[in-house]
């Protein structure tokens, strides 16, 4: 009797305080990446000191251990940012396509320092992971990045790379 009791009392308490959180608990993962980046920028100057932009970069990204769910995948993002008088800062979305098709979608925002013509200082970027598809669905995490803008080999397009520490948790 004392048995049945208790597992009664232990079912009620797991549904009262949420049986779904305990089974869906998964530990954080951290990967450190390295990503190239091409950007595209269409400038429209606003003041004589001041411009908006619009971007779109294409990239790849590898592990720094070279394994991880990271490792070995392609991204795409676009975005805008306000440039004035030195320093910019802007926001945009990334979708990237992980090694068995499905996607994951990040949310960003980034600023740094353009003192004049390419390469710039580095520049640092937060983001947010926000959805994906299929098992991917309900990633949750976050992403820090510095990143590093370097001679451009192709005219009318910045190249450079990202040093990312990304940390997620896939609910199973």
């Not at 190239?36 to 720094?64: C, F, Q």
């Not at 392609?74 to 996607?103: P, Q, V």
């Not at 600023?111 to 994906?132: E, M, N, R, V, Y």
Request: net charge neutral; hydrophobic share 35%.
């Amino acid at each position: 009797m004392r048995i049945i009791f208790v597992g009664a009392l232990s079912l009620i308490l797991l549904t009262a305080l949420g049986i779904d959180n305990i089974a869906c608990a998964q530990e954080e993962i951290v990967e450190s990446l390295t990503g190239s980046v091409y950007t595209t920028v269409k400038i429209l100057p606003m003041t004589p000191r001041g411009a908006y932009g619009i971007w779109e970069s294409y990239g790849v990204v590898v592990s720094d251990t070279g394994e991880g769910l990271f490792h070995g995948v392609t991204n795409r993002c676009a975005g805008a940012w306000f440039f004035e008088k030195g320093s910019w800062e802007g926001e945009g979305y990334c979708s990237y396509t992980m090694k068995d098709g499905e996607k994951i979608f990040l949310s960003l925002k980034n600023s740094g320092k353009s003192p004049g013509p390419p390469p710039h200082p580095p520049s640092q970027l937060t983001g947010k992971f926000i959805g994906g598809t299929g098992k991917y669905s309900a990633i949750q995490g976050e992403v820090e990045a510095t990143s590093y803008d370097l001679r451009s080999s192709s005219e009318g397009a910045s190249q450079g790379y990202n040093k990312s520490k990304i940390r997620y948790r896939l609910p199973k």
